[in-house]
């Protein structure tokens, strides 16, 4: 039997606290009936699943790519405070594992996100992401990763330094910018100068779909989670 040309590379189990409704053996019966021989765990600033998600993936024969959703601050990651206009001083990032290297490396970015970073969220900074990159890939992250946010300011020669910023990390090939289709307002215009960065940088784009249940008529119950 053929496999499926998509993946999920960006999902949040029960395990990203408050704000995934996701079990996985419902999210591996789900995938393996859509053909699909691989799926991701990115869960919101921790890896508290990754080992029950390997170990069920296993038992379902589908590939885990183990990763997170971590929180990054603008500046450094001492720095406290909140962010201009409110917010709580944080972008997301997605982050995947590649290798035993980047495993062990993503373990040493959520520890010090927790130890030195923690301001609301857990948070890493870019001093740290260069220096725990090797054997992690990067992708841009959702409508609060730091190039989207620029693009939907419309601060584009701004998000496009960053976007360079990010690939210059991860060495001009681990860094992908991240594309979703999901229906949230602004999403497609976002999508649109997302894909212009990434052809003026010649940066690739992956298709993801920020998974938070595995149903639509589960969404009531995710929105009950976030109260």
Not at 154 to 174: P, S, V, W
């Amino acid at each position: 039997m053929s496999h499926a040309e998509f993946v999920h590379l960006h999902v949040h189990s029960q395990y990203s606290l408050l704000d995934g409704a996701i079990r996985f053996d419902e999210a591996f019966d789900l995938a393996k009936k859509y053909r699909m021989d691989s799926l991701a765990l990115t869960d919101h600033g921790n890896m508290f699943g990754a080992i029950e998600f390997y170990q069920t993936a296993i038992k379902h024969g589908i590939k885990p790519i183990v990763g997170c959703e971590i929180y990054i601050a603008p500046g450094s990651r001492f720095e406290k405070k909140t962010a201009a206009g409110g917010g709580e001083g944080n972008f997301h990032l997605t982050l995947l594992v590649k290798n035993r290297t980047g495993y062990f490396n993503l373990i040493k970015l959520i520890s010090l996100a927790h130890l030195e970073g923690f301001y609301y969220k857990p948070r890493i900074d870019k001093e740290l992401l260069s220096k725990y990159h090797e054997g992690l890939i990067c992708l841009s992250g959702c409508l609060k990763g730091e190039v989207a946010q620029l693009v939907g300011r419309g601060e584009m020669k701004k998000a496009l330094q960053t976007a360079e910023e990010y690939r210059k990390i991860f060495d001009d090939r681990r860094f992908f910018i991240e594309l979703m289709k999901n229906g949230v307002e602004n999403q497609a215009l976002v999508n649109e100068r997302l894909i212009e960065i990434g052809r003026e940088l010649f940066i690739p784009v992956v298709a993801t779909n920020d998974c938070h249940y595995l149903h639509r008529e589960d969404a009531q119950a995710h929105e009950i989670l976030l109260c």
